[in-house]
Nanobody
Framework: QVQLVESGGGLVQPGESLRLSCEAS??????????WSWYRQAPGKERELVAT???????TYAGSVKGRFTISRDSAKNTVYLQMNSLKSEDTAVYYC???????????WGQGTQVTVSS
């Protein structure tokens, strides 16, 4: 069984920063992650991909967050991070962690953490 647990969400003012964390835990066989991603879903909108980091440490970002958000990972801790700077009201959403298992390609999701940007 694999669990992804997110933390770090909260209420901040525009222009402030937050760092989200997502830690993977599992029982049984070795769990190797091929790619980590952060998604977000705002009220009334579809879930969108925010950022991805691969096993090779290649990163990609949505255009709306490029230059403001940074995804990183600590493989030893089985944890991925999303550093969010210069937050805007339109960044308000529930943020979800996603992990793609290697080599099966199976996806796992966290429970989500709320980020609210408001003055």
């Amino acid at each position: 069984q694999v669990q992804l647990v997110e933390s770090g969400g909260g209420l901040v003012q525009p222009g402030e920063s937050l760092r989200l964390s997502c830690e993977a835990s599992w029982s049984g066989s070795i769990f190797s992650i091929n790619a980590w991603s952060w998604y977000r879903q705002a009220p009334g909108k579809e879930r969108e991909l925010v950022a991805t980091i691969t096993r090779a440490s290649s990163t990609t970002y949505a255009g709306s967050v490029k230059g403001r958000f940074t995804i990183s990972r600590d493989s030893a801790k089985n944890t991925v991070y999303l550093q969010m700077n210069s937050l805007k009201s339109e960044d308000t959403a529930v943020y979800y962690c996603n992990a793609v298992r290697f080599p099966s390609g199976r996806e796992y999701w966290g429970q989500g953490t709320q980020v609210t940007v408001s003055s």
